[in-house]
């Protein structure tokens, strides 16, 4: 018999990678989180360690008509937090390529488009995961992005439209090929499974080898030991967790090395980043950051010890002053102070 191929070694998640010509200090990467991936929750995650963030999902139709709300709130950028990269998504090629450019003014690295997106008031538009089943759309919309970029654009997929349908698979070499997509992040997991079920890491290491632009892992990630398994099942080039750092920024230090506190953060250290959140939100929200952080306490209540009826108050809240006195109160706690 001959000698078997030896099979590439896998670069650490610490080590630095490009997504076109944008380098990206390590190979942990914040997702894009829907209705929250908003400048602080991706500074949040730059600050304990994530080499690249992605906002959540902004819509390229209402970047075209100049929506207001949409251009305030989902395309503001902190200065500490590049190179981050502005997820689009629609089913225009113009109102993609405008809404790209618009995001590059606003000081985007990179560009990613949502292709893989299962919930259903996105799909039925014709955008998201319905882009699976439309592959001569789906590379018109990412060359209209770089068109209207100027930057590296990426494109997040899921496997399929369901178990059996390969369809992300066979898209991403087009994109690559036809439209010069620069990464591709797969979730592979078909859309209808929702984020139901495991996710088959083998198709992702099937994708890694047949692109030669970076692929990068999603879906199923909820903890260090989770985000492991995956990099070395998948092959990838880097990884992408979004539920796992849901009120866990510490999961990125942990991966990376990046804080002391990663492996398990003193509860004074998780009050005072509750608290950060809240001054950033009711900084970039004004009163409509109270109804917004309800989304994030509960990811933290039980870091802190608050459990059952005292941590469900925190939903019934309506001062965020009081919100800090209690959480404050409620811990036992004289949170250690971060600066922005």
């Known amino acids: ?73 989902m395309l503001v950028i902190h200065p500490d937090e590049h190179p981050v990269s502005i997820q689009l998504f629609g089913q225009d090629p113009e109102a993609m390529r405008v809404g790209a450019e618009m995001a590059a003014d606003a000081g985007a690295d990179l560009i990613d488009i949502n292709m893989g997106c299962p919930v259903k008031k996105v ?124 009120g866990n920024p510490w999961i990125f230090g942990e991966l990376t090395g990046h804080s002391a506190m990663a492996a398990g953060p003193p509860q004074a250290q998780v009050a005072a980043e509750l608290l950060w959140v809240i001054d950033r939100a009711e900084e970039h929200l004004g009163p409509r950051a109270t109804h917004y952080m309800r989304k994030h306490y509960p990811w933290y209540m039980a870091r802190l010890g608050i459990e059952g009826p005292e941590a469900d108050a925190f939903q019934r809240l309506d001062d965020l002053e009081q919100v800090r006195v209690t959480i404050q109160a409620a811990a036992g706690l004289a949170p250690v102070p971060i600066a922005v």
């Not at 592979?188 to 929702?194: E, K, S, T």
């Open 1 to 73: 018999m001959g000698a078997q191929p030896i099979a590439p070694v896998q670069p650490p998640l610490t080590a630095p990678f490009r997504i076109g010509n944008v380098e990206i200090a390590n190979r942990v990467l914040l997702a894009p989180l829907a209705g929250i991936g908003n400048w602080f929750v991706r500074l949040q995650a730059r600050r304990h360690g994530a080499g690249l963030a992605f906002s959540e999902m902004v819509s390229s139709q209402a970047l075209k008509h100049q929506n207001r709300r949409t251009i305030e709130q």
């Open 123 to 246: 799909v039925r538009t014709g955008a998201g995961a319905a882009l699976l089943s439309n592959p001569e759309l789906a590379v018109e919309l990412a060359h209209a992005a770089a068109e209207g970029s100027g930057l590296p654009v990426s494109v997040k997929l899921r496997s399929g439209l369901t178990a059996s349908d390969r369809a992300g698979l066979e898209l991403a070499p087009r994109l690559v090929g036809e439209a010069g997509v620069a990464a591709i992040a797969l979730h592979p997991r078909a859309a209808a499974a929702q984020h139901k079920g495991p996710p088959d890491y083998e198709l992702v290491r099937e994708l890694v080898e047949r692109i030669d632009v970076p692929v990068i892992v999603s879906g199923g990630l909820r903890c260090a030991a989770d985000v492991h398994t995956a990099y070395r099942r998948s092959g990838a080039d880097a990884v992408m967790i979004a539920r796992g750092a849901l």
